[in-house]
């Protein structure tokens, strides 16, 4: 019965976070972790449940999007703008509805009720349906304009898989070329302004992960807290 319900969840979600039961934050670990987790319990040679083989294909889809920096961008930014635009389509219906039921509700002084028919005086001219007709153009071209990729990840992957190490606290990244020193030497003030950047979001990711090590503390006075040793480490650096 537990296998049944698993697949039918995994078919009726579009959303690859809530596939993966993860986060829309999480690290690229913390996904790698939730797929080795879950593709076990909806692999058809242990899930003999109708409609196994498509949910397990759902998975690896979702965990191939996820897993890569690139893809993950592109797929976020995807979700944005589809929940923007049906934002922006329930806002006009309410509006409609709001509208046509006002309409409705008035009477003229001779007894009839008045015309529904719209003019420029309430607020709606021709600009306002320009700037309707405009607006699926406008989120189309957002949808589909690219968007400059990192120079680095803080996690190895397909894209970002030549490891580097920062002058400073020697934190560890990755980069995708490896003509990235001679972009990018040594001392000069570009190689500063990115190694800082490595630093400011390697601090934000274990920040996080101390703050989870904090709130298991509650529980078990005796597990360890490693990211909180390495952020304060940084701190005191």
């Not at 589809?82 to 008035?106: F, V």
């Not at 800082?196 to 597990?223: A, G, H």
Request: proline share 5%; hydrophobic share 30%; with cysteine.
């Amino acid at each position: 019965m537990e296998h049944v319900q698993l697949v039918r969840q995994i078919k009726t979600t579009k959303c690859y976070y809530k596939i993966l039961g993860v986060k829309k934050n999480s690290s690229t670990q913390e996904i790698k972790r939730a797929y080795k987790k879950l593709c076990p319990k909806v692999h058809p040679d242990k899930n003999k449940a109708l409609g196994s083989a498509e949910a397990f294909d759902k998975v690896n889809k979702a965990f191939r999007c996820l897993s890569d920096d690139t893809s993950r961008r592109k797929y976020d930014h995807t979700v944005f703008v589809d929940q923007y635009q049906h934002q922006q389509q329930n806002a006009r219906h309410r509006r409609s509805e709001t509208n046509h039921d006002s309409s409705e509700n008035k009477i003229d002084p001779n007894g009839g009720r008045e015309s529904q028919q719209k003019t420029e005086s309430d607020g709606r001219g021709p600009n306002f349906f320009i700037i309707l007709l405009m607006l699926p153009l406008l989120i189309y071209l957002l949808a589909y304009m690219p968007f400059p990729e990192p120079e680095y990840s803080l996690h190895e992957n397909q894209s970002y898989s030549i490891p580097m190490v920062t002058e400073k606290h020697g934190v560890e990244f990755f980069v995708k070329s490896s003509n990235f020193d001679v972009r990018y030497p040594l001392g000069s003030p570009t190689r500063a302004e990115i190694e800082n950047s490595v630093i400011r979001d390697y601090r934000n990711l274990v920040s996080r992960y101390c703050d989870v090590e904090l709130q298991r503390l509650q529980w078990n006075k005796n597990l360890p807290t490693p990211h909180c040793a390495k952020l304060n480490n940084l701190e005191v650096a």
